[in-house]
T-cell receptor, first 114, second 116 residues
Framework: AQTVTQSQPEMSVQEAETVTLSCTYD???????LFWYKQPPSRQMILVIR??????QNATENRFSVNFQKAAKSFSLKISDSQLGDAAMYFC???????????FGKGTRLHILP | KAGVTQTPRYLIKTRGQQVTLSCSPI?????VSWYQQTPGQGLQFLFE???????NKGNFPGRFSGRQFSNSRSEMNVSTLELGDSALYLC???????????????FGAGSRLTVL
């Protein structure tokens, strides 16, 4: 069975600094996708970034980038120039290619210190 | 373009009652999936529907059921409610391009169910 593990329940970072959230996963599949979702207090789950497993190049979206290590089954999220609006719960997630079932990690609550 | 709409946003029920939650996907999206979010268990997959057919089901008891209509709108039903069913229920829709693909899911704001 596929699993996603986020080992950091909470993290804090100073505004404008850089922070890295960790995620590891376990799967025997070769064709899958990885995601980072953000859930602010409004509860709306927002896609931050996605990575196709077959791509070696790490995905980037503005201030957000990932470090995808397929052999190690690691998928960390780096947030550069942290902003107050980045404060939220961040979920690492996994999806096989063949369906829309997403497996989520337990989440990391990120606090931004002004 | 309207997002994923879930109704009701909040509801309170008592043990033993049943509840129906509704999800209207983004226009053109044909795949709808449901998730339960609780502080203890986190986010857990309930089921996935595509073209009115249940494609996948999570590990939940038979009290949890769902369906999808021809216009892709979906409902989920929970019968004989238990205290542990108190949760945020999230619906997500995707534009299913064939049988595979990234199928980025767009989530609704959720329905907060409290069982007393």
């Amino acid at each position: 069975a596929q699993t996603v593990t986020q080992s950091q329940p909470e993290m804090s970072v100073q505004e404008a600094e850089t922070v890295t959230l960790s995620c590891t996963y376990d799967t025997s599949e070769s064709d899958y996708y990885l995601f980072w979702y953000k859930q602010p207090p409004s509860r709306q789950m927002i896609l931050v970034i996605r990575q196709e497993a077959y791509k070696q190049q790490n995905a980037t979206e503005n201030r957000f980038s990932v470090n995808f290590q397929k052999a190690a089954k690691s998928f960390s999220l780096k947030i550069s120039d942290s902003q107050l609006g980045d404060a939220a719960m961040y979920f690492c997630a996994y999806k096989m290619n063949r369906d829309d079932k997403i497996i989520f990690g337990k989440g990391t609550r990120l606090h931004i210190l002004p | 373009k309207a997002g994923v709409t879930q109704t009701p946003r909040y509801l309170i029920k008592t043990r033993g009652q049943q509840v129906t939650l509704s999800c209207s996907p983004i226009s053109g999206h044909r795949s709808v999936s449901w998730y339960q979010q609780t502080p203890g268990q986190g986010l857990q997959f309930l089921f996935e529907y595509f073209s009115e057919t249940q494609r996948n089901k999570g590990n939940f008891p038979g009290r949890f059921s769902g369906r999808q209509f021809s216009n892709s709108r979906s409902e989920m039903n929970v019968s004989t409610l238990e205290l542990g069913d108190s949760a945020l229920y999230l619906c997500a829709s995707s534009l299913k391009l064939g049988e595979a693909g990234a199928n980025v899911l767009t989530f609704g704001a959720g329905s907060r169910l409290t069982v007393l």
